[in-house]
């Protein structure tokens, strides 16, 4: 089945940088790839999503770019601000009738002030 | 505009009692989906569900089973409770491919 592995477990940034967390996945017939952010306490909360016939997409700070031959996908967030502090999971699925994520591990982001 | 609803939000059990947790979809999503997320991890599947029929079961004992109505709400039903099975118990609906999740339902076995 699908295995999904997310690095780093956490990341510190100061606010303004940016901070990019990395996944690889080994089904290759995986084809859809969502990112969640789970702050503490609450659901987890869909904030961008490609697709394998896309290789890169891009929603105000928020970037994923996606290599199929290499089978790994990457969060990009510029312009960190305190309140992108939460745990983010990467995870994959097979695009079939409804969804099946296989979720990582999950990355601690903090930014500080 | 209601998302994914899920009942109780908070339940304590006994090890070896039954427990049903209960989830209504987004309105108009055909499929809902349920996982497990234990203190630090990220959410393991346990059942997919689409138009009332189980499309995907994740790596989860026999004493963890699901259905889904003809409404499209969906219960998880889980066995003979163990210490373990203490968790966030999340369901997501979906229309394609996007899954939105409930707030979840904290199960502690105690």
């Known amino acids: 089945g699908e295995n999904v592995e997310q690095h780093p477990s956490t990341l510190s940034v100061q606010e303004g940088d940016s901070a990019v967390i990395k996944c690889t996945y080994s089904?290759?017939?995986?084809?859809?790839f969502p990112w969640y952010k789970q702050e503490l306490g609450k659901r987890p909360q869909l904030i961008i999503d490609?697709?394998?016939?896309?290789g890169e997409k891009k929603d105000q700070r928020i970037a994923v770019t996606l290599n199929k031959t290499a089978k790994h996908f990457s969060l990009h967030i510029t312009e960190t601000q305190p309140e992108d502090s939460a745990v983010y999971f990467c995870?994959?699925?097979?695009?079939?009738?409804?969804?099946?994520?296989?979720f990582g591990k999950g990355t601690t982001l903090s930014v500080s002030s | 505009d209601a998302g994914v609803t899920q009942s109780p939000t908070h339940l304590i059990k006994t090890r070896g009692q039954h427990v049903t947790l209960r989830c209504s979809p987004i309105?108009?999503?055909?499929?809902v989906s349920w996982y497990q997320q234990v203190l630090g991890q990220g959410p393991q599947f346990i059942f997919q569900?689409?138009?009332?029929?189980?499309?995907g079961r994740g790596n989860f004992p026999d004493r963890f089973s699901a259905r889904q109505f003809p409404n499209y709400s969906s219960e998880l039903n889980v066995n003979a409770l163990l210490l373990g099975d203490s968790a966030l118990y999340l369901c997501?609906?979906?229309?394609?491919?996007?899954?939105?999740f409930g707030q979840g339902t904290r199960l502690t076995v105690v």
């Open positions: 490609i697709r394998s016939n896309v």
């Open positions: 997501a609906s979906s229309l394609i491919a996007e899954a939105f």
């Open positions: 995870a994959a699925s097979i695009n079939q009738a409804g969804t099946a994520l296989i």
């Open positions: 569900y689409y138009e009332k029929e189980e499309r």
């Open positions: 309105s108009g999503h055909k499929s």
């Open positions: 089904d290759s017939a995986s084809n859809y």
